[in-house]
């Protein structure tokens, strides 16, 4: 199993915060965002990892993070030019899967959750999870059956078929590249994920794993407030 962590993007919505960094290196308590996803992902013993950063702080990256040593792993960059949507990742990073599977998560994403169980379970398909929210018309909300079988997933649905979000965290196999390949850009001009994963869902190779965590997705103020509360309560 490979790891990706998604690190890219203008992140428009923290400015002023984002005119000087990027998002993924503002502090979360006591240590910078990035290192959150990162940490999800080597707790579950991935250590063979691509990140993925914008062209404009990719200095700042390489000083913070350097060879990966001081996690325990390999890291590779690669830059992605413009933000193209999240599916390009399985695109840019399509020879460093190479034949091995591989779990995307993306670097404002911070998880109160050890993945390690179902990283170290996963053979084929794909794996996507569901964490109940009180707002999920916010997300991509995906609807479920009592076999954990997915029956639909709607980005922002003005009608939520269920009150689960899909985090951004995602086990795949191989033929997530070439799936990615297949996908046309959307109104906003990227490569949207769930293209991806309903491909998987064509087929009846996707599954949905339920998790009750703390989970933020921190690109808003709000949410990146909460997160430095729950890590600084939890840390001290």
Do not use: H
């Not at 390999?74 to 034949?99: C, W």
């Amino acid at each position: 199993m490979k790891g990706i962590v998604l690190a890219g993007g203008r992140a428009t919505r923290l400015r002023p915060l984002t005119q000087i960094t990027s998002k993924q290196l503002l502090p979360v308590y006591n240590k910078p965002m990035i290192f959150y996803p990162i940490e999800t992902l080597t707790k579950a013993g991935i250590t063979d990892i691509l990140i993925i950063i914008a062209p404009d702080y990719s200095g700042q990256f390489l000083n913070l993070l350097g060879t990966g040593e001081q996690f325990g792993a390999k890291f590779t960059y690669e830059i992605q030019e413009e933000p193209r949507g999240l599916a390009d990742a399985f695109i840019m990073g399509e020879q460093f899967i190479g034949n091995d599977n591989v779990t995307m998560i993306l670097g404002d994403n911070i998880f109160d959750y050890d993945f390690t169980n179902e990283i170290s379970q996963f053979d084929k398909g794909g794996l996507i999870f569901a964490k109940k929210v009180p707002d999920p018309a916010r997300y991509a909300v995906v609807e479920f059956d009592n076999a954990n079988n997915v029956l639909s997933i709607v980005e922002k649905p003005e009608n939520p078929k269920s009150d689960y979000a899909v985090p951004g965290i995602y086990l795949f196999d191989n033929k997530v590249s070439e799936f990615a390949k297949k996908v046309t850009p959307s109104k906003r001009g990227e490569l949207e994920i769930p293209d991806v994963y309903n491909q998987y869902l064509e087929r009846g190779e996707l599954k949905v794993k339920t998790i009750d965590c703390e989970w933020e997705d921190a690109g808003t103020f709000n949410s990146l407030l909460r997160a430095n509360n729950y890590w600084a309560k939890k840390i001290r």
